[in-house]
Nanobody, 115 residues
Framework: QVQLVESGGGLVQPGGSLRLSCAAS????????MGWYRQAPGKQRELVAT???????SYADSVKGRFTIFRDNAKNMVYLQMNSLKPEDTAVYYC?????????WGQGTQVTVSS
């Protein structure tokens, strides 16, 4: 059973930055496509960014140009660099495979963008 643990969230002012980290209990990243997802209060979970095993990336239109996903397979880590944060980015952020597997959902990390 693989466990994914997200960290790096917090409270940040609009326009600020955060870097989220996702650590895996096993070295799965080198062969799997991975994604960052988020769920805002009262909304469905949505895909924010993906990165393939070959490091090709894609982004939701709402974060394109502001967020960057990258991975370090040697450390079993996936990251999400978030810049120019907006209040509408407030959500719990999760990492998972792309497409996601139910067994891989972790606790997520809360990101709150507020002045």
């Amino acid at each position: 059973q693989v466990q994914l643990v997200e960290s790096g969230g917090g409270l940040v002012q609009p326009g600020g930055s955060l870097r989220l980290s996702c650590a895996a209990s096993r070295s799965i990243f080198s062969i799997y496509d991975m994604g960052w997802y988020r769920q805002a209060p009262g909304k469905q979970r949505e895909l924010v960014a993906t990165i393939t095993s070959g490091r090709s990336t894609s982004y939701a239109d709402s974060v394109k140009g502001r967020f960057t996903i990258f991975r370090d397979n040697a450390k079993n880590m996936v990251y999400l660099q978030m810049n120019s944060l907006k209040p509408e980015d407030t959500a719990v952020y999760y990492c998972n495979r792309d497409p996601p597997l139910s067994a891989y959902w972790g606790q997520g990390t809360q990101v709150t963008v507020s002045s």
